[in-house]
């Protein structure tokens, strides 16, 4: 005799109805907001979301796994994909949550992530620890920022994250990154997110700011007179008052540093907390 199936209670099928609901909210706002990640998104094999609900929360305990949740994360993580493929330098990966999406699809199947990763970007994309990436990781993070800042048609000096940046955020992702734009000192900030998923941890600071996007090469010229007009109106306004300072004021070297809680040669504010093992090359 075959196991009698139970029927979804009435909460089942509501909850049910308001998750694929969500989920095609959040698709439309990404087709405006990252069409070429969502586009990419669309062709994954369904192998990988399948690996994701199985064996993701075995290495990242509390991942939000709702059908909304799976449609941001992996279309973050292709949004860092695409960055990292276009960008020349490595790059860091601001989100675990599209991070645990990466680990599912490199357990499950390595060899198809290489050939997507061939197929769809152009080159294969390493995943790396931190610890392995060359040069300071705020540069990496702010090559990732600028180049996925770009994939949304908008200025690094806008102050609106871009998709990845805000992942975890989104999703609540216990132990993950809350990022902002610091408006007051103008430049990448961020903060550990506790097991509820609130941001708890202590605020850090990174260089990544309109100095050194620009030292990086990565404003254009228009973007660069932007932020060297903003410095000189911010100097004249510091010239009638006491104290207060502002990230990257003078737009030299030693501003920059002004923004991150250590040097940046593998001790910087960025660290383990904005990629441990994610990173390309």
């Known amino acids: 005799m075959s196991p009698s199936v139970t029927a979804p209670t009435l909460i089942q099928r509501w909850q049910r109805w308001r998750e694929q609901g969500s989920a095609r909210r959040t698709q439309a706002q990404l087709s405006r907001r990252c069409p070429q990640a969502l586009a990419l998104q669309a062709r994954l094999p369904e192998g990988v979301r399948q690996a994701w609900e199985a064996h993701a929360a075995d290495?990242?305990?509390?991942?939000?796994?709702?059908?909304?949740?799976?449609?941001?994360?992996?279309?973050?993580?292709?949004?860092?994909?695409?960055?990292?493929?276009?960008?020349?330098?490595?790059?860091?990966?601001?989100?675990?949550?599209?991070?645990?999406?990466?680990?599912?699809?490199?357990?499950?199947?390595?060899?198809?992530?290489?050939?997507?990763?061939?197929?769809?970007?152009?080159?294969?994309?390493?995943?790396?620890?931190?610890?392995?990436?060359?040069?300071?990781?705020?540069?990496?993070?702010?090559?990732?920022?600028?180049?996925?800042?770009?994939?949304?048609?908008?200025?690094?000096?806008?102050?609106?994250?871009?998709?990845?940046?805000?992942?975890?955020?989104?999703?609540?992702?216990?132990?993950g990154w809350h990022?902002?734009?610091?408006?007051?000192?103008?430049?990448?900030?961020?903060?550990?997110?506790?097991?509820d998923g609130d941001p708890r941890g202590r605020v850090q600071l990174h260089a990544v700011h309109g100095a050194s996007l620009a030292g990086l090469g990565l404003l254009s010229a228009a973007e660069a007179a932007q932020w060297a007009q903003q410095n000189e109106r911010l100097a004249r306004q510091r010239d009638g008052a006491t104290g207060g300072s502002s990230c990257g004021s003078s737009g030299d070297g030693a501003s920059a540093s002004d923004c991150s809680s250590a040097s940046g040669d593998g001790g910087c504010s960025c660290g383990s907390s904005c990629g441990s093992g994610c990173g390309s090359n």
């Open 59 to 175: 290495e990242f305990p509390g991942v939000p796994q709702g059908s909304r949740e799976w449609l941001l994360a992996s279309t973050a993580l292709l949004q860092f994909f695409l960055a990292a493929a276009r960008t020349d330098g490595p790059c860091a990966l601001p989100s675990r949550a599209a991070d645990a999406v990466w680990h599912a699809w490199l357990a499950s199947d390595v060899a198809g992530l290489a050939a997507f990763q061939r197929e769809h970007l152009g080159r294969e994309v390493p995943h790396l620890p931190d610890s392995r990436l060359p040069g300071p990781l705020d540069h990496a993070l702010g090559r990732c920022y600028a180049a996925c800042c770009r994939q949304e048609q908008r200025s690094p000096l806008a102050g609106r994250l871009p998709l990845v940046f805000e992942l975890d955020a989104l999703t609540r992702m216990p132990g």
């Open 179 to 195: 990022y902002r734009w610091n408006k007051r000192l103008r430049c990448l900030s961020h903060q550990v997110m506790d097991i």
